[in-house]
């Protein structure tokens, strides 16, 4: 049974950085793309940024050059450096297993941008 586990969101003042993690169990992370999305309310879910088994990455056009998706496979763990955050940057996180497949979701952190 698949299950993921996101952590690291908060408030954090427009600028600020967080990082968020992403752990998984039940999967080997080094045979899966995994990726990031995120919700903002009353909002559709949307694609943040994705990672490759081979390490290639895709990012939304509103993060790119902001934030930073890696893996560790040693620690089964996904993460997301978010950098020069901003109001619209507030939603709710949640990490996925799979490039373009239905894939497993996680429980979601919120990350709030407010000053």
């Known amino acids: 049974q698949v299950q993921l586990v996101e952590s690291g969101g908060g408030l954090v003042q427009p600028g600020g950085s967080l990082r968020l993690s992403c752990v998984a169990s039940g999967i080997r992370l080094r045979f899966n793309a995994m990726g990031w999305y995120r919700q903002a309310p009353g909002k559709q879910r949307e694609l943040v940024a994705r990672?490759?088994?081979?390490?290639?990455?895709n990012y939304a056009d509103s993060v790119k050059g902001r934030f930073t998706i890696s893996r560790d496979n040693a620690k089964n763990t996904v993460y997301l450096q978010m950098n020069s955050l901003k109001p619209e940057d507030t939603a709710v996180y949640y990490c996925k297993t799979g490039w373009n497949s239905p894939g497993s979701w996680g429980q979601g952190t919120q990350v709030t941008v407010s000053s």
């Open positions: 990672v490759s088994t081979g390490g290639s990455t």
